[in-house]
């Protein structure tokens, strides 16, 4: 699978978009993005996946760019509850399915 | 949305013992379910894939015999660590997959595990 690249940490005020970047250029066709967080001491969560079209859901948007060597994932309005480490990760379809978590990007959200 | 239950969420006990921790997809069939292990201010880190009625897979460096994993329904799987030491003090998280292979796995909320 793909690796991908993420910053170490991000601030956002509340109420703010949080925009978080993650780079995974050596992704392949048949490779999904999927993006999950992890609030302390729980059990990471899912939030939205994609293939090559921008996606949205209730949590968030996945805006994949055109060559899909990198995708952004945006909380439109963030709340001090979305502060939490949050993992990019390229998944291919045909494999056993395992999920190989780097270190993400741990996201602060300040009053 | 998909619900995966982990239990015990929390235990602590004495050196040498073994101790089991459950993994259950309370709304959908998992064919497959995976465990990890997530050591302090770490990433999580794959343990091992198991399959419905299959023996698991393991990764590098995970010791089968010491943690055994059995997945015999498909809403059902366990992790036993057996003679658990100090060391094997940490989060123990499963997640489980429907088997359409683009779908999202889910998680449970973990077991933290601490050996004195």
């Known amino acids: 699978d793909a690796k991908t690249t993420q910053p170490p940490s991000m601030d956002c005020a509340e109420g703010r978009a949080a925009n978080l970047p993650c780079n995974h250029s050596t992704i392949s066709g048949n490779e999904y993005v999927y993006w999950y967080r992890q609030i302390h001491s729980q059990g990471p969560q899912y939030i939205i996946h994609g293939l090559k079209n921008n996606e949205t859901n209730e949590m968030a948007s996945l805006i994949i760019t055109e060559d899909r060597k990198s995708s952004t994932l945006i909380l439109p309005h963030a709340t001090l509850r979305d502060t939490a480490v949050y993992y990019c990760i390229v998944r291919g379809s045909g494999n056993t399915g395992k999920l190989i978590f780097g270190q993400g990007t741990t996201l602060q959200v300040k009053p | 949305g998909a619900v995966v239950s982990q239990h015990p969420s929390w ?75 100090p060391e094997d003090s940490s989060f123990y998280i499963c997640s489980a997959a429907q088997g359409v292979s683009n779908q999202p796995q889910h998680f449970g909320d973990g077991t933290r595990l601490s050996i004195l």
């Not at chain 2, 602590?12 to 201010?41: H, N």
């Open chain 2, 11 to 85: 235990v602590i006990c004495k050196s040498g013992t073994s101790v089991k921790i459950e993994c259950r997809s309370l709304d959908f069939q998992a064919t497959t379910m995976f465990w990890y292990r997530q050591f302090p201010k770490q990433s999580l880190m794959l343990m091992a894939t198991s399959n419905e009625g299959s023996k698991a897979t393991y990764e590098q460096g995970v010791e089968k015999d010491k943690f055994l994993i059995n997945h015999a329904s498909l809403t059902l799987s366990t992790l036993t660590v057996t003679s658990a030491h």
